[in-house]
Nanobody, 115 residues
Framework: QVQLVESGGGLVQPGGSLTLSCAASGSIFRLYAMGWYRQAPGKQRELVARITSGENTNYANSVKGRFTISRDNFKNTVYLQMNSLKPEDTAVYYC?????????WGQGTQVTVSS
């Protein structure tokens, strides 16, 4: 069992930056692949970025070069650094822990990019 708590969302102007954090507890964090997903109103949830237990990363094409995912296995935390934010990045961002075909979701944090 893994519990995930996201933080760091908020309102930011276009071109601004935010860093999301996801703190994990309840299991061996370092063995899990961790992902950030987002869901905008009326749209399906989509993968934003993912980092494996071996720290390999992959990104959605829409965020490549702007977002960076990282993890700190000592703090049991995964981060999403978001730069050059655009209005189309507005969504609820969810953290996910994945292992062995299963996974756990956090409750989500709202990111709004607007002037």
């Amino acid at each position: 069992q893994v519990q995930l708590v996201e933080s760091g969302g908020g309102l930011v102007q276009p071109g601004g930056s935010l860093t999301l954090s996801c703190a994990a507890s309840g299991s061996i964090f370092r063995l899990y692949a961790m992902g950030w997903y987002r869901q905008a109103p009326g749209k399906q949830r989509e993968l934003v970025a993912r980092i494996t237990s071996g720290e390999n990363t992959n990104y959605a094409n829409s965020v490549k070069g702007r977002f960076t995912i990282s993890r700190d296995n000592f703090k049991n935390t995964v981060y999403l650094q978001m730069n050059s934010l655009k209005p189309e990045d507005t969504a609820v961002y969810y953290c996910r822990a994945e292992r062995g075909g299963g996974g756990y979701w956090g409750q989500g944090t709202q990111v709004t990019v607007s002037s």
